[in-house]
């Protein structure tokens, strides 16, 4: 398999549960390293507990030479501290769209998008499903940055079993979640179809898509504890 770095930002019980390296989360050692290699310019950047975590992300990723990054992306753009000028993107994502942010980023859908993708360079687009308007303005922007763009398939045949879900996206049948958070279903589906258009710099069998997806755990995505169900997601859209 590849090794793969992933940064995300949702936690349960610690912060270093959003710095993974194939799905183990990175080290209180390995944070407390980094920090005090670097205290004196984090202090003196006044920095918040996410930018800081995507700098340790960033720099323990290269420490350990991960084949493949995967970072989540909060604002997007140039104002987001996963943007590094110079990174070699593979693949852009938009997960979901709506009004948020809106003294940064927009008071519209549309300026919203543009800014999401206002960086965008040679890589491949990804979007979901959007209006034909949206989907039109945000083709327009990818072609003039020299992208190329892709709309997410629908996914089909979804059920709730025992807390899991299952559902259905071409080619692949019965697939399985280890969540019963029905918005995770779009994001599975992005995934799926990410690994599709990497396919030809990081080739992956099918069965490999199915364990994937059965043994991934997103943290605070209507994740159940003793009875309490916990879910950070900050919008329905998300």
Known sequence: GYKVGLLI????????????????????????????????????????RWQILTAFALSLFEEEKVQLMILESNLGGDIDPTYVEGENQKLVILTSLSLEHTALLGTTLSQIALNKISLLDSSSLLIPALDDELSLLIREEAGQN???FHVVDAYH?????DGRFQFT??????LVIPSKAHYLLNDAALAIEATNLLKAEFPIDGDKVY??????????AMEERNGIIYDANSNVEA
Do not use: W
Not at 169 to 174: E, G
């Open 9 to 48: 930002n949702s936690f349960l019980e610690s912060s270093l549960e959003c710095v993974q390296i194939n799905g183990k989360p990175a080290s209180e050692e390995a944070f407390s390293r980094f920090y005090k290699e670097n205290e004196k310019l984090l202090r003196k950047s006044d920095l918040s």
């Open 157 to 161: 045949f979804e059920k709730l079993v």
């Open 211 to 220: 364990e994937a997806l059965s043994k991934t755990h997103i943290p605070m």
């Open 169 to 174: 996206y071409q080619p692949y049948k019965d």
């Open 146 to 148: 020299g992208s190329q």
